[in-house]
């Protein structure tokens, strides 16, 4: 097939495209290179089978040929580029996601989106389902991201209704792996850059809030077989394996065998208590659930970083 990944040479985008051009399909790959970096994917161009363009989704698009499949990657996924660009996050997922929905309706092409367990906000339900509506704050600190994805999955919906759209939701969880950016403030590469620097590792508030982890290979599999399904609706994918963040703090350092201790801080304003998804819907609809222990996932990503990155 022939593929459009939007935020293609970003953490998970670059996984996919690997993935994909692995696969046999020719994959163009779309970003502004604003948190991608063009490294994480600049081996494909040896496959023949890849291209990328530097373009912001947010602009006019000129894509020639035929498109089988899009995945739309491109969004700012870190806390500080929601605090500090609130427009820019605000209008990747507004115009960006119409501008990418009408060539895949133009191209007939099977839309996959990359929405997020934020749209659930702090939830009441516990471990997310589907047919939460989400707690929200349309007006706090995290709204520019957790409102971006929620009018951006309204939007892929009303193009289904109305222009017969092709459209693929998914509710990505927490997501870890080697090409995540030291400096992105996330938790797991925050923890594992730190702990190899000896440095301290930020823990808001009393680390007793949870998430769950899931390791990019595992999301990678849910996202071509999402792709692949004729289901409309939101899918949560993720790892329900629920830890708290001091936990997988204490972990990290223990895998790292680091001399670096917790550091507690205030907690951050609206940080989600829990974070766990229901998977049922994935079991059943994709036949998949993740395969790699968080174990096995942090030691591959602790090795990425010892080799290939610089502590931030």
Known sequence: MRILVTGGAGFLGSHLADRLVADGHEVLCVDDL??????????????????????????P????????????????????????????????????????????????????????????????????????????NPIGPRSPYDEGKRFAEALAVAY????????????????????????DGRVIPTFITRAL????????????????????????????????????????????????????AREIIAMTASAARVELRPALPEDPSRRRPDITLARRLLDWEPQVSRRDGLARTIEYYRTEEQPA
Do not use: W
């Not at 071509?224 to 409309?232: G, H, K």
């Open 34 to 59: 604003s948190s991608g970096r063009r490294r994480n994917v600049e081996h494909l161009a040896a496959s023949g089978r890849f291209r990328f363009i530097e373009a912001d989704v947010v602009q």
């Open 61 to 136: 698009l000129e894509v020639s040929g035929p498109l089988d499949r899009i995945y739309h990657l491109a969004s700012p996924v870190t806390c500080a580029h929601h605090l500090e660009r609130p427009i820019a996050t605000l209008r990747a997922a507004a115009e960006g996601t119409r501008r990418i929905l009408d060539l895949a309706a133009d191209c007939g092409a099977v839309f996959l989106l990359a929405s997020s367990s934020e749209v659930y906000g702090d939830p009441l339900v516990h471990p997310q389902v589907e047919t939460d509506a989400g707690r929200v």
């Open 160 to 183: 289904a209704k109305q222009k017969g759209a092709k459209v693929r939701l998914a509710r990505i969880f927490n997501t870890y792996g080697p090409r995540m950016r030291p400096d």
């Open 197 to 248: 620097a000896g440095r301290p590792l930020p823990v808001f508030g009393t680390g007793g809030q949870t998430r769950s982890f899931c390791y990019v290979a595992d999301m990678v599999e849910a996202l071509l077989r999402l792709a692949e399904a004729d289901y409309a609706g939101p899918v949560n994918l993720g790892n329900p394996d629920e830890v708290t963040v001091m936990q997988v």
